[in-house]
Every structure is written in C-alpha cells, then in structure tokens.
Nanobody, 124 residues
Framework: QVQLVEAGGGLVQAGGSLRLSCAVS????????????MGWYRQAPGKLRELVAR???????TYADSVRGRFTLSRDLSKDTVDLQMNNLELEDTAVYYC??????????????WGQGTQVTVSS
C-alpha cells in the first residue's frame, strides 16, 4: 500500500527555519510507476487546505505567492522524496502541512496520495 511518510515540523520563532521531508513508500519493487506531482499543502485552523509548493514532471515547480522567496522545494527523483526548506518563517505560516503526490501505477492508474500531516507552529 502506497504511503507518504513525513518528517520534520515543530515549533519555531518567527524568522526561524524548518525543513519538512516526505518519502513515498509501499510501491512494489519492480513495478512500473511515475510520480507526476509531488509537493506540500497546508491547512490553518478555520481555513481551506492550500498549495504551498508543488513539483510537476511537466511544468516544474510552483510556489504560493505567500511563500515564494522564503520556501524552497527540492525533489529527489531517484529516491522518490521531496523536501521543503522553510526560511524566514512568519506567524501566518502556522498550519498543518501535508505532503501530496499524484502517482501513476500500471495496475491502478493515477491516484492522489496524502501524508498524515505535520504541525508547524511559528511563535512571536
């Protein structure tokens, strides 16, 4: 069963940095698959889930306007991982961050997967 395993998050003061990591697990060895999209979304209390940054195999990397210049998404295609380096964090960045991937597998077609979420709290 395919899962997204997240690491990182926590409590940091405004202006500080955090790094989130996400890895795809559970893909059957030797099976044909392709990760079309991989990245991070976030959801603050009382708000809808929103895109933070996402890497597409076709369109490259997209950032939300609110994080562009402060956050950097890096993806390792050989390891099926994606990291989000978050610098100069602001109070408004406080949210639960979710790893996301759209994966095409020969047996099942394209499927969206979500991680369990990791809390990022920025304090003043």
């Amino acid at each position: 069963q395919v899962q997204l395993v997240e690491a990182g998050g926590g409590l940091v003061q405004a202006g500080g940095s955090l790094r989130l990591s996400c890895a795809v697990s559970g893909i059957i060895s030797g099976s044909l698959y392709k990760i079309n999209l991989m990245g991070w979304y976030r959801q603050a209390p009382g708000k809808l889930r929103e895109l933070v940054a996402r890497d597409s195999s076709i369109r490259g990397t997209t950032y939300a306007d609110s994080v562009r210049g402060r956050f950097t998404l890096s993806r390792d295609l050989s390891k099926d991982t994606v990291d989000l380096q978050m610098n100069n964090l602001e109070l408004e960045d406080t949210a639960v961050y979710y790893c996301y991937a759209n994966i095409y597998q020969m047996a099942t077609g394209s499927t969206d997967y979500w991680g369990q979420g990791t809390q990022v709290t920025v304090s003043s």
